[in-house]
């Protein structure tokens, strides 16, 4: 099973809006709703930002949001503030055989 | 404080065996799915397997015939033993629990193995 597809950085500045790629296949993100994404700062354990796809846990700031399209997800973070600058990593249920796969990930820096 | 709380950090040789524990506190996990991920230095995330209520599992191709993940109902306390250590082995331990379908959504803090002569 290999590892989604993710830019390996990305940048905004405070207050801009970034997007961050999740490119796999028909067998895992393009097959599926459990689409995940998660926020990990250096040193800490990741943090669920975004399941199914789109849907926010609570205390989860409405500026992160998600969708999909095809094969590829993407995650939105608007009105970028200092402590989003982390890495994001998506993850997605891909089948009984093999069920999940994370994404190589992306760090997010704010400028 | 909903949290899982893991087993101190490891240090094994190469070849042998490591358990690390993961126990939920302030939440009962009995119903739940939980899983391991593992993350080597300056890497990205690995799904290892899943552990059922039930006690049923699941790995990960990658880790077939050398990952073990128990339950013990009495303490809600789930381990993962990881056999045949060497030294691509060494990485930080996660436990994850899925109260949300198909979703890692509550993490422990993390174990690290180190795998070393």
């Known amino acids: 099973q290999s590892a989604l597809t993710q830019p390996p950085s990305a940048s905004g500045s405070p207050g801009q809006s970034v997007t961050i790629s999740c490119t796999g296949t028909s067998s895992d993100v393009g097959g599926y709703k459990y689409v995940s994404w998660y926020q990990q700062h250096p040193g800490k354990a990741p943090k669920l930002m975004i399941y199914e796809v789109m849907k926010r846990p609570s205390g989860v700031p409405d500026r992160f949001s998600g969708s999909k399209s095809g094969n590829t997800a993407s995650l939105t973070v608007s009105g970028l503030q200092a402590e989003d600058e982390a890495e994001y990593y998506c993850?997605?249920?891909?089948?009984?055989?093999?069920?999940?796969?994370f994404g190589t990930g992306t760090k997010v820096t704010v400028l | 404080q909903v949290q899982l709380v893991q087993s101190g950090a490891e240090v094994k040789k190469p070849g042998a065996s490591v358990m690390v524990s993961c126990r939920p506190s302030?939440?009962?996990?009995?119903?739940?799915?939980m899983h391991w991920v593992r993350q080597a230095p300056g890497q990205g995330l690995e799904w290892m397997g899943w552990?059922?209520?039930?006690?049923?599992?699941k790995s990960a191709q990658n880790f077939q015939g050398r990952v073990t993940m128990t339950r013990d109902t009495s303490t809600s306390t789930v381990y993962m033993e990881l056999s045949r250590l060497t030294s691509d082995d060494s990485a930080l331990y996660y436990c994850?629990?899925?109260?949300?379908?198909?979703?890692?959504?509550?993490w422990g803090q993390g174990t690290m193995v180190t795998v070393s002569s």
């Open positions: 994850a629990g899925e109260r949300l379908l198909k979703t890692f959504d509550i």
């Open positions: 552990i059922n209520p039930k006690g049923g599992t």
């Open positions: 993850s997605s249920y891909a089948g009984s055989n093999n069920p999940y796969v």
């Open positions: 302030g939440y009962s996990f009995a119903g739940y799915y």
